[in-house]
């Protein structure tokens, strides 16, 4: 299979829990802006959205979006428990930490990202990621990871979008539990390798 990614983008989660889940795959990098592959192809015969991630699985078929992906590439190796079980209700809590996550977290924070953002709005954006990250605290309290002690795949999408902090000036120190878990995640030998792959090490 490959995954198409941008470095440091959202389809950093993605290949952080291939590396967990030791799948063969390859990587494509996509230039976005251009819409282009680096090997030259147009991106859009790949992912007709025009964003990463997209997985080129080896039959043809292509899955997109990050929460779909890594789902996808858990049940494929269910012994590693980077989901809970489908049909559970611990996957149901997956799938509520993943939502959030994608809806909450990810768009407000990545919507910081477009320089047209006006001041007022990006201010109000930001007060609320202050809210999100109170409530992330509260909700990582007592436990080492999002749904308790082992690391699943809202770990792998949670430490990315917080990534995203240190390039839009937020200073996470002012939430030292979500350091903590930052510090957690980012020791993990495929979080590492990723980052490394991707350039970002």
Request: with cysteine.
């Amino acid at each position: 299979m490959k995954l198409y990614y941008s470095p440091g983008a959202c389809s950093l989660s993605p290949h952080i829990v291939l590396r967990e889940a030791a799948i063969p795959f390859e990587l494509e990098r996509v230039d976005t802006q251009a819409g282009r592959t680096e090997r030259g192809r147009d991106f859009r015969t790949v992912n007709p959205k025009g964003y990463v991630p997209a997985l080129e699985l080896d039959h043809g078929e292509v899955l997109t979006e990050g929460p779909a992906i890594v789902q996808y590439l858990a049940d494929l190796v269910p012994e590693l428990e980077l989901a809970p079980p489908a049909g559970t209700f611990e996957r149901y809590r997956l799938q509520e930490w993943l939502n959030y996550i994608t809806s909450e977290l990810h768009k407000s924070l990545g919507g910081l990202f477009n320089p047209k953002m006006p001041a007022e709005f990006q201010k109000a954006t930001r007060d609320a990621i202050a809210g999100k990250f109170d409530y992330l605290v509260k909700a990582l309290e007592k436990k080492t990871f999002v749904l308790g002690n082992g690391f699943t795949v809202a770990d792998a999408y949670l430490f990315v979008v917080l990534s995203w902090t240190a390039h839009l000036q937020i200073d996470l120190s002012r939430w030292p539990a979500l350091t903590a878990y930052q510090a957690r995640v980012s020791a993990r030998p495929a979080v590492k390798a990723a980052l490394m792959a991707e350039g970002l090490a």
